[in-house]
């Protein structure tokens, strides 16, 4: 069974759409994340939501939004794409406390291609 | 705000040498320290992290690594890499919620 799953897998759209990735976790963890590593594979922590609440907000451009319906699931919603948005956005989830070392578990990652 | 360096960009290497990548961090308080490989074409994966003991942790795949406060250093070793350690290797500070990564390694191991 996948812990963290992503879709889509790759995503490869024209500038100006909107587009949502989600993401989804079944080891009942508490915390969600989602990362953007760029094409020299430097990761960059975007959002992160606690219980269904927003606990890290980086500063990221208002297009992209995140939300979570349910403790088990953190989409990312994008607005009017543009180049540099090309990337690739894994999620990622722990059972966290905050001040902890629990581990966060990755997704898959999704490749995302703005033309 | 903590950050994390990660000393080499690129190291190649042959099978059965050792390895040794450098990582530091700033941060003045207390920290969890992560090391995490993503093969090629995969997603990250733990290898092992420190938050209280033994300085000297192991991971998984003979991975070993030494947190030495006084340096503000985690560098991770390996006695012997195999063509399958390819991958590229992130060390991470977490401070709270929030986990900051060093810009990488790339580790090419020649067969």
């Known amino acids: 069974d996948t812990a963290v799953s992503q879709t889509p897998k790759y995503l490869v759209t024209q500038m100006g759409n909107d587009k949502s990735i989600k993401c989804e976790q079944n080891?009942?963890?508490?915390?969600m994340y989602w990362y953007k590593q760029d094409s020299k594979k430097f990761l960059k922590i975007m959002f992160s939501y606690n219980n269904k609440e927003l606990i890290i907000n980086e500063t990221v451009p208002n297009r992209f939004s995140p939300k979570s319906p349910d403790k088990a699931h953190l989409n990312l919603h994008i607005n009017s794409l543009e180049l540099g948005d090309s990337a690739v956005y894994f999620c990622?989830?722990?059972?966290?406390?905050?001040?902890?070392?629990?581990?966060?578990?990755f997704g898959p990652g999704t490749r995302l291609t703005v033309l | 705000a903590q950050s994390v360096s990660q000393h080499n960009h690129h190291v190649i290497l042959s099978e059965a040498a050792s390895l040794e990548l450098g990582c530091n961090y700033s941060y003045g308080g207390t920290v969890n320290l992560f090391w995490y490989v993503q093969y090629p074409g995969q997603h990250l994966q733990l290898l092992l992290k420190?938050?209280?003991?033994?300085?000297l942790v192991k991971g998984i795949k003979g991975f070993e690594a030494e947190f030495i406060k006084s340096k503000f250093s985690f560098n991770l070793r390996k006695p012997s890499v195999q063509w399958s350690d390819t991958a590229e290797y992130f060390c991470a500070v977490k401070v709270g919620y929030k986990l900051s990564f060093g810009a990488g390694t790339t580790v090419t191991v020649r067969a």
């Open positions: 080891l009942g963890h508490d915390t």
């Open positions: 420190y938050f209280s003991g033994d300085p």
């Open positions: 990622a989830s722990s059972q966290d406390s905050g001040g902890s070392a629990d581990t966060q578990y």
